[in-house]
Nanobody
Framework: QVQLVESGGGLVQPGGSLRLSCAAS????????MGWYRQAPGKERELVAR???????NYADSVTGRFTITRDNVKNTMYLQMNSLKPEDTGVYYC????????????WGQGTQVTISS
């Protein structure tokens, strides 16, 4: 079964932290580069971080130095540690396996809402 399940979102104040989790079916996760996407209100979904099967990472400029993507290849789970959160980080966060242009290759999960507000 092809499945992506995101969790860990919530409401935090600016400067706070959150840790998101993505549980993926093995058919999606195993051997693939995985990524975290964000869809801000009124905007298109964007890829903010990606990690190869071997652990190499890449980040969007807007999150570099604040977000850390990791993965557990035994648990088929990916994480996004988000620190120094800003109001512009608000949005629904999704995980997927990006193709060569960054588009998610599999059906999207429900996402997890992250709201940064005082």
């Amino acid at each position: 079964q092809v499945q992506l399940v995101e969790s860990g979102g919530g409401l935090v104040q600016p400067g706070g932290s959150l840790r998101l989790s993505c549980a993926a079916s093995r058919s999606i996760f195993s051997g693939n580069t995985m990524g975290w996407y964000r869809q801000a209100p009124g905007k298109e979904r964007e890829l903010v971080a990606r990690i190869t099967n071997g652990g190499f990472t890449n980040y969007a400029d807007s999150v570099t130095g604040r977000f850390t993507i990791t993965r557990d290849n035994v648990k088929n789970t990916m994480y996004l540690q988000m620190n120094s959160l800003k109001p512009e980080d608000t949005g629904v966060y999704y995980c997927n396996a990006p193709n060569y242009v960054g588009t998610g290759r599999y059906p999207w999960g429900q996402g997890t809402q992250v709201t940064i507000s005082s």
